[in-house]
């Protein structure tokens, strides 16, 4: 279009806009995309990637307390916080060096500014430059909400801080229910923090099946992590070199640092989209159809910019969708059902489909299947943890609705479980699968015996 300066300008190089980018590119349009921060978006530089790091060595403190029970004789470890941060650093800088590399042999130009909207088809840059585009595509994620303003939230910190500290807490108040507060209560408490999780709901991972909130909850204590629930953080005071920490009902925890994980918010603001009536849905997230076309025709949205289903791999479809249809002659829906995702606790959680709540209120009968053991490697260490797995049957079909599984690999085992789940396989089909032995994972086709039956036609 000789009136536009690209076929496509993408505000924000998270994994979702730069998949859309990179695809585009390919089929042959003229790619722009700006990036204010820095290249791969939250997952990369301040989300799920650095955090699976952290992850992964807080689980040492329990594979040196195993190996004991299996002859090995360990001296006392030590852990050394700014050895893995600064680690943690070049792994993260490595990646965002490979995400710009593909920018770039994909022919996309890459713009490192702020940039909103001035109309339909002009990108406003911070630097004063404006472009103009036939297509806009906001891919700008979303960003932690702290939350109603207390005495002395700005001692708060956000996940976002949490992976720069500049030493491991001693005592941290984790504020929060959801994924990013469990997973960072479980990675200080592996580390050696003092840690207290404080949920204002009933029980922690709302949205979750029961059963596997009640199960983690249990394992969590074991393992030494205070969960307050039924509270919230009321104010924050510094006394001296550390903080003392009111809720709800008064009591007073002190500690060196209170986090708050309570969830995130698209990032909307400051994007123009007030100007141009673009509708912002109800949840907060900008209202896109399902090719993630916004209320103005010819600008799209991807991403937790939307709050549809706020993973990197949906993120990741859905701006390979959006290319797909707009660049390669291929309308392509993004379907939101049936997402496998995982909780980096410890243990581990994996799952997909219907909670067994869900399941009730769908379905005419409901078949339930589960169990809960010992994990074998568990068998010598003397450690005191069980795993715990559930399938839920649509009784009627005998399909397969709902997985969900705690314990070791749990993420690795739910993404293989989706591929049958998605397929719609059956309980009969789990059934007459030949189990891997000994693993945890044989006991998703070794389950015959019913832990219970109902829903609407049962009852």
């Known amino acids: 279009m000789a009136d536009h300066d690209v076929d496509l300008f993408v505000i924000g190089a998270g994994s979702g806009g730069v998949r859309a980018a990179r695809i585009a590119s390919s089929y042959g349009a003229r790619v722009m995309i700006a990036e204010e921060y820095r290249v791969g ?57 490979a995400y710009t590399s593909t920018l770039e042999r994909f022919n996309v130009t890459l713009v490192k500014s702020r940039a909103a909207l001035e109309d339909a088809h002009t990108v406003r840059l911070a630097t004063g430059a404006r472009v103009r585009a036939e297509t806009i595509l906001i891919s700008t994620g979303a960003w932690p909400h702290l939350g109603p303003k207390i005495s002395g939230l700005e001692h708060a910190i956000s996940s976002n801080e949490a992976f720069h500290l500049p030493e491991l807490p001693k005592r941290i108040v984790i504020q929060g229910g959801g994924y990013i507060a469990v997973e ?77 994980a309570i969830g995130r918010r698209p990032n909307v603001m400051g994007l123009g989209l007030e100007s141009l009536q673009i509708k912002i849905h109800e949840h907060g997230g900008i209202d896109v159809d399902e090719y993630s076309r916004s209320s103005v025709p010819n600008i799209y949205a991807v991403g937790d910019v939307t709050n549809r289903v706020n993973l990197t791999p949906v993120a990741i479809r859905e701006g390979h969708a959006f290319a797909d249809t707009v660049y390669g002659g291929r309308p392509t829906p993004v379907d939101h059902t049936n997402v496998p995702t995982a909780v980096f606790s410890e243990p581990e959680i994996g799952v997909i489909g219907l909670t067994e709540h869900q399941a009730r209120e769908r379905l005419d009968i409901v078949d339930v299947y589960k169990t809960s053991f010992r994990p074998m490697k568990a068998t010598l260490s003397g450690r005191n943890t069980r795993s715990f797995m559930k399938l839920l049957v649509d009784g009627k079909t005998d399909r397969v609705v709902g997985c969900h599984i705690v314990g070791p690999d749990a993420g690795e085992l739910i993404q293989i479980i989706g591929v049958a789940v998605r397929m719609g396989a059956t309980k009969a089909d789990f059934d007459a699968t030949m189990a891997v032995h000994p693993t945890a994972a044989e006991e998703l086709v070794t389950l015959r015996e019913k832990a219970m039956s109902y829903g609407r036609a049962a009852e």
Do not use: Q
């Not at 990675?187 to 983690?216: K, M």
């Open 41 to 97: 978006g939250t997952c990369v530089i301040r989300g799920c990637v650095p955090k699976k790091l952290l992850v992964y060595a807080s689980r040492f403190s329990d594979e040196f307390e195993d190996a004991a029970g299996y002859g090995w004789t360990v001296a006392e470890p030590e852990f050394h916080w700014p050895t893995l941060i600064a680690n943690k650093d070049r792994e993260i800088a490595r990646l965002e060096a």
């Open 184 to 260: 960072f209560a479980c990675i200080f408490a592996g580390l050696g923090s003092e840690v207290t999780l404080v949920y204002r709901g009933e029980n922690i991972l709302r949205g979750f099946d029961d059963e596997v909130r009640e199960h983690l909850r249990h394992e969590m204590r074991g393992r030494g992590i205070t969960v307050t629930c039924g509270h919230t953080v009321a104010a924050i005071e510094r006394a001296g070199e550390e903080f003392r920490v009111r809720l709800s009902d008064n009591s007073v925890i002190a500690a060196d640092k209170a986090m708050f």
